[in-house]
């Protein structure tokens, strides 16, 4: 079985320029979420989705930052005109059910974003 | 507003040499705790979860156990294998919390 795919592993941006970022859960997950991860700090929740919908965004920026998960195909975020502040570790998780049943999530290897 | 400390940041232990991890937290309505292991260049792989204070968790070297306020990571008997950044996340309402973690470090 196949875990969370992310895609790509590294990602060179330069400033203004748009990044996306791609997940693929471990299949039968309908719930997926991202976070971010700076250098020797922990994970940070950014977002929550389930199939179609954005459940939790209380940790995304309002702007320049967004996320969707559609009916077919990989959950993207995207990233607007990126600033050197946004380089960082992002890592994407799946659990078959939602956080309420406090299940484990299952984190693909990330997608290291470097803005020059 | 709801906290997860980890302890000590750094770790580094002699094989064979026997310690603990410390994760404490404060969170209103814990629903679980969780421990990941995590190697440079990877994500987090699940090691347990742990729901309600006074259960424990084993796998192989290590054991988990749960309080009201924090939760211990044990680890016998270590293995340069064993050497890499443990984490620990609470879950109350919809989002995991995680610590900042703890890097061990077993030298053979």
């Known amino acids: 079985n196949a875990g969370v795919m992310q895609n790509p592993r590294h990602l060179v941006r330069r400033r203004g320029q748009e990044a996306r970022l791609r997940c693929s859960p471990v299949k039968g997950h309908s719930h997926v979420y991202w976070y971010r991860q700076l250098p020797e700090e922990g994970l940070k929740f950014m977002v929550y989705?389930?199939?179609?919908?954005?459940?939790?965004e209380s940790g995304m920026p309002k702007e320049r930052f967004s996320a969707e998960f559609p009916k077919e195909g990989p959950s993207i975020l995207r990233i607007q005109q990126v600033v050197r502040g946004d380089s960082a570790a992002y890592f994407c998780a799946s659990s078959p059910e939602g956080p309420l049943n406090a299940q484990p999530q299952h984190f693909g290897d990330g997608t290291r974003l470097s803005i020059l | 507003e709801d906290q997860v400390t980890q302890s000590p940041e750094a770790l580094r232990l002699q094989e064979g040499e026997s310690s603990s991890l410390n994760c404490s937290y404060t969170?209103?309505?814990?629903?679980?705790l969780f421990w990941y292991r995590q190697d440079p260049g990877k994500g987090p792989e699940f090691l347990f979860t742990?729901?309600?204070a006074g259960e424990e968790k084993e796998k192989e070297r290590l054991k988990a156990t749960l309080t009201k306020k924090e939760s211990f990571l044990h680890i016998t008997a270590p293995k340069p294998e064993d050497s890499a950044t443990y984490l620990c996340a609470v879950q109350a309402g919809g989002d995991m919390r995680f610590g900042a973690g703890t890097r061990l470090t077993v030298k053979p």
């Open positions: 969170v209103s309505g814990l629903r679980g």
């Open positions: 989705l389930q199939k179609e919908n954005i459940i939790d």
């Open positions: 742990l729901y309600s």
